[in-house]
C-alpha cells in the first residue's frame, strides 16, 4: 500500500508542479517544492526494493515470474490453425 501511494503523490505532484510552473506561481522555486519530490521518490524506491527482497528476488528470480500476472494472453495452442 505504501508503494501506491508513493506512485500516486510522486504523479500528483509532477502535475501540480507542472502546472503551477506555467502559470507562473512563486512556489514552484521555494524549497519545498523542490525537496519533497526527493522524498517521494526516495520513499517509491525503498519500497519497490522491499517488495523485491519480500519476493526473495535476489534468491530466486522464478518467484517473480510466476507471481506476476500475464499482461499480455498467451495462444491457446489448441485453436491455433496450421
Same mark, same amino acid.
Given at each position: *500500500? %505504501?508503494?501506491?501511494?508513493a506512485? $500516486? %503523490?510522486? +504523479?500528483l +505532484?509532477?502535475a $501540480?508542479?507542472?502546472w503551477?510552473s506555467?502559470?507562473g506561481? &512563486?512556489w $514552484?522555486? +521555494?524549497?519545498?517544492?523542490?525537496?519533497v &519530490?526527493? +522524498?517521494?521518490?526516495?520513499v %517509491?524506491?525503498?519500497?519497490?526494493l522491499?517488495k523485491l527482497? *519480500?519476493?526473495?528476488? !535476489?534468491?530466486? &528470480?522464478? $518467484?517473480l515470474?510466476?507471481?506476476? &500476472?500475464?499482461?499480455?494472453p498467451?495462444p !491457446?495452442?489448441? !485453436?491455433?490453425s496450421?
Open positions: *500500500m %505504501l508503494h501506491q501511494t506512485v $500516486v %503523490l510522486a +504523479g +505532484g509532477f $501540480v508542479r507542472a503551477a506555467l502559470r506561481l &512563486p $514552484v522555486r +521555494g524549497r519545498a517544492a523542490k525537496t &519530490p526527493h +522524498g517521494v521518490d526516495t %517509491l524506491l525503498a519500497s519497490a522491499t527482497w *519480500m519476493l526473495r528476488y !535476489n534468491r530466486e &528470480p522464478a $518467484v515470474i510466476r507471481s506476476t &500476472p500475464c499482461l499480455y498467451t !491457446n495452442r489448441a !485453436n491455433r496450421r
